[in-house]
């Protein structure tokens, strides 16, 4: 199994970044993006089941950030969009193999590799 996240850099207050997790080895339910900030506990952000494509988001990021998917390419996507400094975190992908809590950090099995995005004012 392996989660493969790209797609974080530096962008300026208000911009956009879109990063990408690429999944294989085995099939999964639900893909999540989960975020740590310098000094900071890993919080969730969001996620999304593979089949039906239902999406959960932290109330931090509603309405700025956008979770998809594309399954013919195993990979999960999450578009930012206006960015605030107190996005700047190591955003990391996670999957679970079938339904469980999709919020919270326990429930997922496999994690990728950060990817830092930082923000700047």
């Known amino acids: 199994v392996q989660l493969q996240a790209s797609g974080g850099g530096s962008v300026q207050a208000g911009g956009s970044l879109r990063l990408s997790c690429a999944a294989s080895g085995r099939p999964f339910y639900v893909m999540g993006w989960f975020r740590q900030a310098p000094g900071k506990e890993r919080e969730f952000v969001a996620s999304?089941?593979?089949?039906?494509?239902?999406?959960w988001y932290a109330d931090s990021v509603k309405g700025r950030f956008t979770i998809s998917r594309d399954n013919a390419k195993n990979t999960v996507y999450l578009q930012m969009s206006s960015l605030k400094p107190e996005d700047t975190a190591v955003y990391y992908c996670?999957?679970?193999?079938?339904?469980?809590?999709?919020?919270?950090?326990?429930?997922?099995?496999?994690w990728g590799q950060g990817t830092l995005v930082t923000v700047s004012s």
């Open positions: 996670a999957a679970s193999p079938r339904p469980t809590a999709y919020t919270k950090e326990t429930s997922y099995e496999y």
């Open positions: 999304i089941t593979w089949a039906g494509g239902t999406t």
